[in-house]
Nanobody, 128 residues
Framework: QVQPVESGGGSVQSGGSLRLSCAVSGKTYNKNCVGWFRQAPGKEREGVASIDGGGSPIYAASVKGRFTIAQDNAKNTLYLQMNSLKSDDAAMYYC??????????????????????WGQGTRVTVSS
């Protein structure tokens, strides 16, 4: 059983920064193909940033240049550094991981299809 647990959400002013963490326990397929997703009220869940199956960081266009995904393999923890936050970034942020091989290259890593385990989410609020 793989269990991602997110933390680090909170309230921040527009232009501010937050760092989200996701501790992943259990037996994942490997250290790659892990990602951050978000869902705002009334909107569909969208991929924000992922590390694809080849170990490359993949970003949604809306966050490229502002968000950075990183992982500490020794701590089995995934991070999302979010800078220059905007009101549009306010959402529940979820971490996703997989326990078996799936196709997870490039932009596919920003879709939900490669992942079979999801965290409970951490909320990010951005005030103007």
């Amino acid at each position: 059983q793989v269990q991602p647990v997110e933390s680090g959400g909170g309230s921040v002013q527009s232009g501010g920064s937050l760092r989200l963490s996701c501790a992943v326990s259990g037996k994942t397929y490997n250290k790659n193909c892990v990602g951050w997703f978000r869902q705002a009220p009334g909107k569909e869940r969208e991929g924000v940033a992922s590390i694809d199956g080849g170990g490359s960081p993949i970003y949604a266009a809306s966050v490229k240049g502002r968000f950075t995904i990183a992982q500490d393999n020794a701590k089995n923890t995934l991070y999302l550094q979010m800078n220059s936050l905007k009101s549009d970034d306010a959402a529940m942020y979820y971490c996703a991981a997989r326990s078996r091989w799936t196709f997870c290259q490039g932009l596919v890593a920003l879709t939900s299809s490669p992942y079979n385990y999801w965290g409970q989410g951490t909320r990010v609020t951005v005030s103007s």
